[in-house]
C-alpha cells in the first residue's frame, strides 16, 4: 500500500543534543510538510516542500531545519532541542496540480521526548 | 485568511447512540472542507472530505458530514457509535487558491462510554 512511514516512532534526545527525524512516502507526491503537535491541539504547520523549493512559516523558529534530498525523503532536523519542542512531530505529502492541491495523506508520527 | 472552529472540545456520548461533531469555517474565498481522525498517539487519518458536488459526503467508518454553505457549516454525524470511535476529531479547510494551507479546527474529542 501507498503510504507515509515516519521513523522513529519514539525518540528520545537530551537538552541541547540535535535530533534528526525521517519521512519517507510512496505516493509520489510532491508536497511534504512537517507539523508540530503538542497535546491536546491541532497540527501546526512548520515549513513544507513543493519539489524542491523550501516554504518556511513565518513562526517556526531557526532551531528548525529541513531537508529533501529527493521525491521521497524528508527530514526535520531540530539543531538545539529544548523542552519545550517536546511534542509529537507529523509528516505529510500532498500532490498539487495545476488546480491547486488537495487532501493531506499524514504518516504516523513521531513522539520527540527531550530530557 | 481562513479560520475554524469546532463548537465542542469534548463530546461524551454512550456506545451505539448517534452524534454530531459541529464544524463552522469561515473564509473569504472557496474552500475544500476536511474531517480528520487521530488514535491516541497516531498521525491523522482522513475520514472524509467535500471537494464538490453532493453537500452529503460519506466517509469512512460510517461516519458522515454534510457542507451548508449558507451556514458555513460542514458538521461530522455517524448514527451509532462504536467504543473504537474514540479518538481526536480535526476538521479542516483548505483554500481552493492561494495560501494552499490547510486550516485546523481545535479538535472535539469524542469519548464513548458502555
Known amino acids: 500500500d501507498a503510504m507515509v512511514i515516519q521513523n522513529p516512532r519514539y525518540q528520545v534526545t537530551q537538552f541541547g543534543k540535535p535530533v534528526t527525524l525521517s519521512c519517507s512516502q510512496t505516493l509520489n507526491h510532491n508536497v511534504m510538510y512537517w507539523y508540530q503537535q503538542k497535546s491536546s491541539q491541532a497540527p501546526k504547520l512548520l515549513f513544507h516542500?513543493?519539489?524542491?523549493?523550501?516554504?518556511n512559516e513565518a513562526d517556526t523558529p531557526d532551531n528548525f531545519q529541513s531537508r529533501r534530498p529527493n521525491t521521497s525523503f524528508c527530514f526535520l532536523d531540530i539543531r538545539s532541542p529544548g523542552l519545550g519542542d517536546a511534542a509529537m512531530y507529523l509528516c505529510?505529502?500532498?500532490?498539487?496540480?495545476?488546480?491547486?492541491?488537495?487532501?493531506?495523506?499524514f504518516g504516523p508520527g513521531t513522539r520527540l521526548t527531550v530530557t | 485568511a481562513q479560520s475554524v472552529t469546532q463548537l465542542d472540545s469534548q463530546v461524551p456520548v454512550f456506545e451505539e447512540a448517534p452524534v454530531e461533531l459541529r464544524c463552522n469555517y469561515s473564509?473569504?474565498?472557496?474552500?475544500?472542507l476536511f474531517w480528520y481522525v487521530q488514535y491516541p498517539n497516531q498521525g491523522l487519518q482522513l475520514l472524509l472530505k467535500?471537494?464538490?458536488?453532493?453537500?452529503l459526503v460519506k466517509g469512512i467508518n460510517g461516519f458522515e458530514a454534510e457542507f451548508n454553505k449558507s451556514q458555513t457549516s460542514f458538521h461530522l454525524r455517524k448514527p451509532s457509535v462504536h467504543i473504537s470511535d474514540t479518538a481526536e476529531y480535526f476538521c479542516a479547510v483548505l483554500a481552493i487558491q492561494g495560501a494552499q494551507k490547510l486550516v485546523f479546527g481545535q479538535g472535539t474529542r469524542l469519548t464513548i462510554n458502555p
Open positions: 505529510a505529502t500532498s500532490l498539487r496540480t495545476g488546480t491547486g492541491s488537495y487532501e493531506q495523506y
Open positions: 473564509s473569504s474565498v472557496s474552500v475544500y
Open positions: 516542500y513543493y519539489d524542491k523549493d523550501f516554504n
Open positions: 467535500y471537494l464538490s458536488g453532493s453537500t
